[in-house]
Structure formats: structure tokens, C-alpha cells
């Protein structure tokens, strides 16, 4: 498995649920990766990443942005509103705007510092007590909330539960998207993301299986 691999799969993938060649965007999650393994999927003229924390992306992420042109970082972990800041400087996208506390010290930045990343909606399809996320039957009002901060949305995560068939969440998700005028669907990791893009996915999440398995130790 490699870069190019998952590029030919998400390509049949696009053309098997008759999608516009390029319509879902490759996320290669960088998270935990030696920094050489990163610099080989950028030498291959990949530019758009993802990652988990703001503090181990702040460490990686000025230098390449300085030596490669064009990288884009999105932020598809869990954010603190401590950290706010700091993440609207350095990410182009948040995958995981997942409270009310969170949007108003997102907006209130935006005002200050006169720009703000894309944002996504984290809705938490499965309702899991442990995982972060606005619940379904309160996604409408949520994304309301954030449009009437003038928060840029532009479209729901989700993550679905490891035991459940992660298509009905992708379809779950998509009716929401759907409903509320938003085209920008994050969903798909690297065992399912042909999966999501059938169901329309816009953003797939794919890590080890671009960079090899991560290490934690």
C-alpha cells in the first residue's frame, strides 16, 4: 500500500459511484509519523494532510510549509478552546467543531483576527457516551447556531462506532449535510473510505495505509 495506491482506489472509487474525476479530497493523516515518512508523501507531490493535535502539527508543520508550496493541514482531532487560537493560525480546515463553547470562541477569534479556517461539524452518528460530537436530533440547531456566528461551515464528521456497518453513518451524515445545505461531508478512514464515497463523501481521512502502521512507542 502507498500514496499512489490510495489515489487509484479513491479515483475507481469516484468513478464507480459516478463522480466527477477529483470531487473527494485525500487526507493523508500525518499524525504520529516520523518526519521522513512525511516528507516522502510530500515529495510525491501530495499536499494536503491531516492531524491530531495542534501541538505536534506546530512542531512539523512551519518548516515543510516554508520548503513545500502549497500544503494544506487540516486539524481532525478533538480541539480545546484553550488551543483555539493557535489552530486558526496554523490549519486550513477543523474536521471537529463539536460545541457550543467551542463555536463562540471560534467566532470571537474570527472577529479579532478578521479570518477563519473552514469548519466541519462533528456529529456523533452513534451516540457513543465516550466520543466527542453534536448528537443527530441536535445537528440542525447546532449548525444554525454556528451560521448565525458567521462561522464559515462548510460541512459534518462523523466517525462511526468500530462494531457498526460504517454505511449508515456515512448515510445518516449525508442526510443531515443534505437538509442543512451543506456539501462538504468528512467521513471515511482507511478501511472504509470507498465506502464513504460512494455515499458522498468530499473528505477521506487515510493514514497508515498511505504512511505505514504508526509507532506510539
Given amino acids: ?9 479513491v479515483a475507481k472509487a469516484e468513478a464507480e459511484a459516478g463522480r466527477d474525476p ?15 515518512r512525511v516528507e516522502a508523501v510530500l515529495e510525491q ?8 493535535k495542534v501541538q505536534e502539527a506546530r512542531g512539523k508543520w512551519p518548516d515543510f ?11 481532525i482531532g478533538p480541539l480545546q478552546t484553550n488551543k483555539a487560537r493557535q489552530a486558526m493560525e496554523l490549519f486550513s480546515a477543523i474536521h471537529s467543531l463539536d460545541r457550543p463553547k467551542l ?13 477563519c479556517p473552514d469548519l466541519f461539524i462533528q456529529v456523533n452518528t452513534g451516540e457513543e457516551e ?9 445537528a440542525d440547531a447546532f449548525i444554525a447556531e454556528c451560521r448565525g456566528l458567521d462561522l464559515p461551515i462548510k ?16 448515510a445518516l451524515l449525508g442526510k443531515i449535510a443534505e437538509r442543512n445545505g451543506l456539501e462538504g461531508l468528512s467521513m471515511g478512514m482507511s478501511s472504509d473510505f470507498e465506502e464513504a464515497i460512494a455515499l458522498g463523501a468530499t473528505h477521506v481521512r487515510v493514514g497508515s495505509a498511505i504512511f505505514g502502521e504508526r509507532d506510539y512507542g
Avoid: W
Fill in 1 to 9: 500500500m502507498g500514496l499512489t495506491d490510495i489515489r487509484d482506489r
Fill in 103 to 115: 463555536a463562540n470562541t471560534l467566532a470571537r477569534l474570527a472577529q479579532e483576527m478578521g479570518a
Fill in 130 to 138: 465516550q466520543k466527542a460530537g453534536i448528537l443527530p436530533a441536535d
Fill in 45 to 52: 507531490g501530495h499536499r494536503l494532510f491531516g492531524e491530531n
Fill in 65 to 75: 510549509m516554508e520548503r513545500y508550496e502549497g500544503v494544506s493541514v487540516h486539524l
Fill in 22 to 36: 477529483g470531487s473527494v479530497q485525500l487526507i493523508a493523516v500525518s499524525k504520529v509519523q516520523p518526519l521522513e
Fill in 155 to 170: 460541512g459534518l464528521m462523523c466517525i462511526p462506532p468500530v462494531e457498526e456497518t460504517p454505511s449508515l453513518h456515512f
